[in-house]
């Protein structure tokens, strides 16, 4: 079947690069690079010796006797990638590394550049999130059009992804290095890996390219009838950046879909990975974030009635959302308040003139698109009854409580407290959530997991891609 170059696909192409975060000041140059030079493809092949995919190899499995044929491969890809240090902001480097990782491996990618930022430090550098998909078959229609562009014509011909994959490739601070325990002995599913982003959320983004890569190797594994075929054709890898701070590189994204004329074709599926300890998660908790301010008199603290303490407004408002109501489901428990800075007045004689307090809401309650007003509305009467002068009172955007997929066949499920890309990406999908890990761990200093969490994932993303490909169809 011949596609035209009208396709949505073509178009995504095309404008994807054309994209920067939306709030930008100035526009960026406008930049695409559909391959990174060949020479640096081939060290990095030299550097990092992929273990060949054996089509013949037999099933997997996390036990030691038999490690799945994908341990090495998978086991290199997660320590390169944690070994890079890709704080927010400075995803640069890694960036740069994983486009070199795909394409040596066959895979087509597409780098959509995105405002810098997102560090504390006023990062400046450039960085991007990455589009890829599957090595095409030789001798396919794609693979033609893929010898052309490398002739110098641009690609145009590219299937409608039914199904994508993605997560991040920024990390919290600070940078803690990577390290394997008994390195010298075997490696077994108990072996221990640490270092920042071994789990949140680079043991994800390891574990879904292996997934396609072993889907693509060992079809027959497959109970499923869906195809290689379709798992080559229907499946893209989206990596973003900036997830630990704003969202800003899933925005992107979404808001270059959004820009196209014509609309492309809606996904079916998207898997959003994410430490879920290998369970499915139904949903998380949404998100406000807001600044009160009191504005009060100063005085002197022997003569209190001559003055009004913006610290003590503070203190009884606080004590009064803490304890409020603010909204519960069953899903999700009670909505929780983080009171995260307080700061105010200048001396212990002095009345405080001013106060500042930030706090961090997490919403349980929808719905995603106005869940979170509700509750800024809850406590801006709060605020309001216990003085309806002194406060102001400023929120982020913020969303109500996201709701996921949790119906597929041999997962355990869960739900989660923290936030994700998923109500970032705009779309009537349906939303998987899902990857290796306990968040528990994963912002600290004791961020680990085992070999065999990380396969297990492995085996986890083969089962949601073939799920959700079977569905698509
Ligand atoms: C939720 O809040 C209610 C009061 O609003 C309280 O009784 C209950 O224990 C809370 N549940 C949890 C799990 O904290
Ligand atoms: C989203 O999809 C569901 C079924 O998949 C459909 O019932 C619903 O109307 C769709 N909503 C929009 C806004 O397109
Ligand atoms: C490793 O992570 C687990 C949670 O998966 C945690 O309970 C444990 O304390 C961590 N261990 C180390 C040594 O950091």
């Given at each position: 079947m011949r596609v035209t170059t009208l396709s949505p696909a073509a178009l995504l192409l095309t404008l994807l690069p054309l994209t920067v975060a939306a709030g930008q000041q100035q526009q960026q140059p406008l930049q695409s690079q559909l391959r990174p030079s060949s020479s640096s493809s081939q060290h990095q092949q030299q550097q990092y010796h992929h273990q060949p995919l054996d089509a013949a190899a037999t099933a997997t499995s996390t036990k030691d006797s038999t490690p799945p044929p994908y341990r090495d491969a998978l086991l290199s890809l997660h320590k390169s990638l944690v070994s890079i240090e890709s704080i927010t902001g400075n995803e640069n480097g890694v960036g740069r590394w994983l486009v070199d990782y795909l394409v040596a491996r066959g895979y087509t990618a597409e780098l959509q550049f995105v405002a810098p930022?997102?560090?504390?430090?006023?990062n400046e550098k450039e960085r991007f999130n990455i589009v890829a998909w599957p090595p095409a078959e030789e001798g396919s229609d794609r693979h033609e059009e893929e010898r052309g562009e490398k002739l110098g014509k641009r690609a145009v011909v590219r299937a409608d992804p039914k199904v994508v994959l993605t997560s991040h490739i920024d990390v919290v601070p600070p940078y803690i290095p990577y390290s394997i325990s008994d390195e010298g002995d075997a490696i077994t599913s108990r072996t221990m890996i640490k270092g920042r982003g071994s789990v949140d959320a680079k043991a994800s983004v390891a574990a879904m390219i292996t997934a396609i890569d072993d889907l693509l190797a060992?079809?027959?594994?497959?109970?499923?009838?869906?195809?290689s075929s379709s798992v080559r054709n229907d499946v893209m890898l989206l990596f973003v950046v900036d997830e630990e701070v704003a969202g800003a590189g899933m925005r992107a994204f979404s808001d270059s879909l959004a820009r196209m004329h014509p609309p492309p074709?809606?996904?079916?599926a998207v898997i959003f990975g994410e430490p879920t300890e290998n369970k499915l998660a139904c949903g998380h908790k949404g998100a406000l974030f807001c600044d009160i301010t009191a504005r009060g008199v100063a005085a002197h603290s022997g003569y209190p009635w001559l003055g009004k303490s913006a610290n003590e407004l503070v203190v009884r408002a606080l004590a009064r959302v803490l304890d409020a109501d603010l909204g519960s489901s069953d899903l999700f428990g009670n909505t929780t308040v983080n009171v995260g800075l307080l700061q105010g007045g200048v001396a212990g004689n002095v009345i405080p003139e001013r106060a500042l307090v930030k706090i961090g809401v997490r919403v349980a309650?929808?719905?995603?698109?106005g869940g979170a007003k509700h509750v800024e509305e809850k406590i801006r009467r709060i605020l309001d009854d216990v003085d309806d002068e002194a406060f102001g009172f400023t929120c982020s955007q913020g969303y109500g409580s996201v709701e996921c997929d949790c119906?597929?066949?041999?997962f355990d499920t869960i739900t989660v407290n923290y936030g994700t890309d998923v109500p970032n990406l705009a779309g009537n999908h349906t939303r998987y959530l899902y990857g290796p890990?306990?968040?528990?761990?994963?912002?600290?200093?004791?961020e680990n997991l085992t070999v065999g969490v990380l396969e297990e994932s492995v085996e986890g993303y083969k089962k949601l891609i073939l799920h959700a490909l079977d569905r698509a169809q």
């Open positions: 930022g997102g560090g504390d430090d006023g060992r079809p027959s594994t497959s109970s499923s009838s869906t195809s074709r809606p996904f079916s309650v929808g719905p995603q698109e119906d597929v066949p041999d890990g306990d968040i528990l761990v994963a912002h600290g200093a004791r």
